[in-house]
């Protein structure tokens, strides 16, 4: 199938380094490195020094210079390393991009920044589920991709839901 002259392109992620040894990792430590919604992402990712990480901004500089199309922002989350996250904040951010994606429907793709290596204090997978629930909403079709950290601890349930890994040089 060819690509729409203006894909409709989902951004989002959830990015963490997590230490299942250090004290859990709340909503406000992420608040206090990058938690952004909607359009914000955008408009952070094209500033010319952006708060976020840099993949996003790389995803999103890229993409306008091979031509028009429509970036769609979801939830972007980042926090510095730090303990398991608090599994109901987990929960709320994948509630959350639930309703913001099926609002977005119909998408010609999904960017998803992640570092590979989140935990939660319920769920050794978090990424894997996250994969999951995207595939369940934007189906078999729609190309998901992912950028990661190269040490990533990557599942079976990450691989049988993305379409692409990218692991970035740090």
């Known amino acids: 199938m060819p690509a729409p002259d203006n894909p409709r392109i989902a951004v989002l992620g959830f990015s963490i380094e997590c230490n299942k040894f250090a004290p859990p990792a709340t909503k406000a430590h992420f608040e206090a490195r990058t938690y952004l919604e909607g359009g914000a992402i ?5 500033r010319p020094t ?4 840099p993949e996003t901004p790389g995803f999103v500089a890229a993409m306008d210079t091979a031509g028009a199309w429509t970036p769609v922002g979801i939830v972007l989350a980042m ?3 730090n303990g398991p996250v608090e599994h109901r904040f987990f929960e ?4 959350k991009i639930t309703r913001r994606l099926q609002a977005a429907m119909p998408l ?3 960017y998803f920044c992640a570092h590979g290596a989140a935990i939660t204090t ?15 909403i ?3 079709d729609v190309p998901v991709v992912a950028t990661f950290d190269l040490h990533a601890n990557v599942s079976d349930r990450m691989v049988d839901n993305i379409d692409a890994f990218i692991g970035y040089r740090t």
């Open 138 to 140: 934007v189906g078999p």
């Open 50 to 53: 952006p708060t976020m990480l």
């Open 108 to 110: 010609d793709g999904v």
């Open 79 to 81: 926090s510095e390393p």
């Open 122 to 136: 319920e769920e050794d997978d978090p990424e894997g589920v996250l994969f999951e629930r995207i595939r369940g």
């Open 42 to 46: 955008l408009d952070e990712a094209r």
């Open 92 to 95: 709320e951010y994948l509630n």
